[in-house]
């Protein structure tokens, strides 16, 4: 009888899994929908006023928070119930962050407002390219809220480890959050809203990157050349 | 390098969701776009692709009822329907591209994740037109199998493109896999992994073990894969072909199982599934398998109605009669404009009434079947000669059976007879038949005017005017000497002695005629 009930379990589980997917396929649709209209709406204004231009980018960052809190939502269920791999293989460098600055290309036009890439053209890696770009748009996303005018983005390989930054000219990270997010539960109890979850889910995707003995890892502080907050993520 | 003028391109978007679509056309428009062709389904991306050409095609995942987008492209690539330099760009949302991306045999050239800015699409579209020009030459050679030249040309290309030289090293194994020069393909190979466990160089390495005839080794690489990577569905089918060849079923069904439980979606993969549950005697697998090979290939041009056909099979065998007719009746839907697989349905469905002990109907199903028969059995597909060679031996036709058997191997003699006097022949086959039913239930007499039927229209089959000679001589000896019966039996028995007088049969036929006479 316990057999037949296990299987019923996984069963219903598997049912809302389809279900959960649908319903976040949907959100998404109309996520994009919106993120496409607004680019749209953004192209078709000649000249912008810098208000306008502010609030388009304050849209466009709040809508792709909402994206990159589903990835990573969807992510953290997947591993937790098992249905999860990583699909590494070998990317050229350059082209990956490029294509993830082209991603932000209205925050990047915000007013004052740069994101600057500094990578050599040459590097080649080997990582779960959706995962890591997950991780690394939210944290932009998460940058431009505290940043004053710039984000820096770089990447470069140190000691067989690719290093991949993400600086700012803000104010810097809080104390509090030097704290490492080892579980689900420390990582939400630091009452920094999603920001601890990014923190925790970046952790983990770094830790299922393996290359022999060796893992990735994450890790922040307030030594950004722009004088703010920095984000490494570092990948063997 | 070449680049894409945009104003020149030819577009098609295809996506189940209008708005999208529009906004799609309005962003390409506003890149310069002129040519933009949009399609709502896999149906009618089809018919556009047939009829016009298209340089980028850019397609959802999720199309909605019908065909995905995954489907779409195999349809396209396996019937050849867009020349090499068209660009398949795969839109997918973000969480389904590694499903999408692990399950494949056929890939589309680049994949963009919703939602994606203008710029991003530019981006992509000019380094696949790159791409593509930089590997067509290696492509043409090897579609056209001269793999040497294939693999020269790859090697230059691989010294003059660093930034594409892994994916160049990719068919450069593949091509050399295919031609069998496995020290080529193990170079490259044994090159990626020593940089890298890169889990396709092992795949890859793996291939080149099995062709070495080093299982062993194999599946050692095989099973590491999957271990760190539960979706590298091609690791699982190599893994299930070693297996498989050490007679190992339940664990080939595991491999099976976890794969089809990862994608679903590929038929090829759950009618294997089902082949190898029917060995285990799990029925419940079995079932459930040819039922997503059934459904699944409803949109599929990898459906069969062979698939449909084993499912009714496996229904009948179990005694469940009313789901293999249901089956049937489904089958004859989805393929009816199809003569082959309707002929198909009819043989299936006379051996499943057979199996239920409907003798009598399986029986005229079978005969109304074999007059359906149109053209060379040779040309039939393989699973319906199968079917058609099994019913008849199901139904005690080995005359018959023979008879087409013969006929399907070979095709030259078969060729210049006609299809009616084939059907004519079959025909009388099937009269023998009775004849030997009537005959072997003691019903003589009965079996005589029947087998008298068969042989006249048969004159060069031995077997058969050996029969009717029997019936006159066997019925005679019980009844007593009628002359003009006796005078039948012997012009069978000319017959049989010009066909083959060393006959054994025949010899003792003659010695009842000589005892009689």
Sequence with gaps: MSDINNSDKTESSEQFNAVLMSFIHDIKNSLLMSLSSLETLYNSLDSVKPELKENISLIQYELQRINNSLVQLLSLYKMETHLFSIQADQYNIYDFLEDIIINNTLINEKNDFSINMECDDTIEWFFDKDLIATIINSTINNSTRYAHSQIKLSAKIIDEYLHICIEDDGEGFPKKMFVHPDTLETAINMKSGSTGLGLYFAEKIANIHHNGDKIGSTMIDNQSQLGGGRFKLLLP | ?517
């Excluded at chain 2, 839109?91 to 999408?100: F, G, K, L, P, R």
């Excluded at chain 2, 004159?459 to 009717?468: E, L």
């Design chain 2, 1 to 517: 390098m070449s680049r894409l003028d945009l104003s020149k391109t030819h577009f098609l978007i295809i996506d189940d969701f209008g708005n999208y679509r529009s906004m799609l056309r309005s962003i390409l428009v506003s890149c310069g776009a002129q040519h933009i062709d949009d399609a709502a389904n896999a149906k009618d991306a089809l018919k556009k692709v047939i009829h016009n050409k298209f340089d980028v095609i850019l397609c959802d995942y999720n199309l909605g009822e019908g065909q995905n987008g995954q489907q779409l492209l195999e349809e396209i690539m396996h019937r050849h329907l867009i020349p090499y330099g068209t660009i398949y760009i795969m839109i997918t949302a973000e969480n389904t591209q590694s499903m999408v991306m692990a399950a494949v045999e056929y890939r589309p050239d680049g994949y963009l994740n919703k939602p994606f800015p203008k710029d991003l699409l530019l981006k992509r579209l000019n380094m696949l037109v790159e791409k593509k020009s930089i590997m067509k030459d290696i492509y043409t050679a090897y579609n056209k199998q001269d793999y040497i030249t294939a693999l020269k040309i790859a090697d230059e290309k691989m010294a003059k493109y660093c930034k594409q030289a892994l994916d160049i090293g990719k068919l450069k194994a593949e091509i050399a896999l295919k031609a069998n020069q496995l020290d080529i393909a193990q170079q490259v190979y044994d090159q990626a992994l020593s940089v890298r466990d890169f889990q396709w160089a092992k795949v890859g390495k793996a291939k080149v073990l099995i062709k070495r005839k080093d299982d062993a080794q194999a599946q050692v690489l095989l099973e590491e894969v999957i271990e760190e990577n539960k979706n590298y569905i091609e690791a699982y089918d190599l893994l299930a072909e070693i297996l498989e060849r050490q007679g190992k079923s339940k664990q080939v069904q595991t491999v099976l199982s976890q794969a089809t439980k990862i994608s679903p979606n590929t038929i090829a993969r759950q009618q294997h599934l089902a082949q190898v549950a029917i060995e285990n005697d799990d029925f419940s697998t079995a079932e459930k398998s040819l039922k997503k090979a059934v459904s699944h290939g409803k949109h599929s041009c990898f459906g069969k109605i062979g698939d449909n056909m084993n499912l009714v099979k496996l229904y009948a065998d179990n005694g469940k009669g009313k789901q293999a007719i249901q089956t049937i009746t489904a089958a004859r839907k989805i393929y009816k404009k199809d003569k082959e697989a309707q002929l198909h349905t009819q043989f299936v469905e006379s051996m499943t009434h057979h199996k239920l002990g409907n003798e009598d109907k399986a029986r005229d199903i079978f005969q109304q079947a074999i007059s359906n028969i149109s053209g060379h059995l040779s040309d039939l597909p393989a699973e319906l000669q199968n079917d058609l060679i099994a019913t008849t031996h199901h139904l005690g036709e080995t005359e018959l059976a023979e008879a087409l058997i013969d006929d399907i191997n070979n095709p030259s003699e078969d060729k210049h007879t006609n299809t009616e006097e084939m059907t004519r022949k079959y025909h009388y086959l099937l009269q023998n038949g009775k004849g030997m039913r009537l005959y072997n239930a003691n019903h003589i007499f009965e079996s005589i005017k029947v087998f008298e039927d068969a042989a006249q229209h048969l004159p060069d089959r031995i077997s058969v005017n050996m029969n009717a000679a029997q019936a006159l001589l066997i019925y005679l000896k019980s009844t007593g000497v009628d002359a003009e019966l006796l005078d039948k039996a012997r012009h069978y028995l000319d017959i049989s002695q010009k066909l083959d007088k060393h006959n054994e049969k025949y010899q003792k036929l003659e010695a009842i005629y000589s005892g009689l006479k």
